[in-house]
């Protein structure tokens, strides 16, 4: 579940927008990622809604389970749905490394396309050190990132970019589901209740 969860942060859609402190997109997208040195998968589907600040995950992990994030309040719900359950979590605010401005200073490297959408080319830097590369568009929407940070690293590069709006119903649990507590954990201490 550990690993999961860490590989989850490292994926995720959230992408700075590197000349102002804000780091979450500015509009609705789904994108078809091709995933490296993750145990996820080696493919992945990010949908984000801007409004509400929900993201959804699809293709995660070997069990294909799928990650529901609320990056405002900092929450995720795994839904299982070959087992129709769901477990929900809560934890401090998560950001993938590309979007970390706290820790890494960003330099503007040039422009490309990726998944033939126009984007800008950062690289991230620590200590004098380059630790990895994102190509962000200028609505902060994350198209490719690639990372090597204390041993672990991996790669991201979008292959299919719509940027249509999002469904509201693809950020909920489907109905129907049952509701599970996370393993070890006693009962009432897995999560929120469902809103």
Known sequence: M???????????????AFAQPEVAPKRDYAITYRVEGSPMGNEMRISYQAATKLQRLEGVGPGGMTMLIDTGRGSLTMI????????????GESRPPWADTQ???FERAGSDRV???????WRMIEGGQRRGTA????????LR???????????????????????AENFRVPAG??????P?????????PRR
């Open 135 to 142: 190509c962000a568009t200028d609505d902060g929407i994350t």
């Open 103 to 105: 820790r890494f200073r």
């Open 80 to 91: 299982d749905a070959n087992n129709r359950r769901y477990i929900e979590m809560t934890g």
């Open 145 to 167: 990132a690639e990372w090597q940070l204390e041993g672990q690293g991996g790669k991201i590069e979008a292959t299919q970019v719509s940027l249509a709006a999002q469904p």
């Open 115 to 121: 998944a033939n959408t126009a984007c800008t080319v």
């Open 177 to 182: 589901y049952q509701r599970m507590e996370m």
């Open 184 to 192: 070890g954990m006693p009962p009432g201490l897995g999560g929120p």
């Open 2 to 16: 550990k690993v999961v969860l860490f590989s989850a942060t490292m994926l995720l859609g959230i992408a700075p």
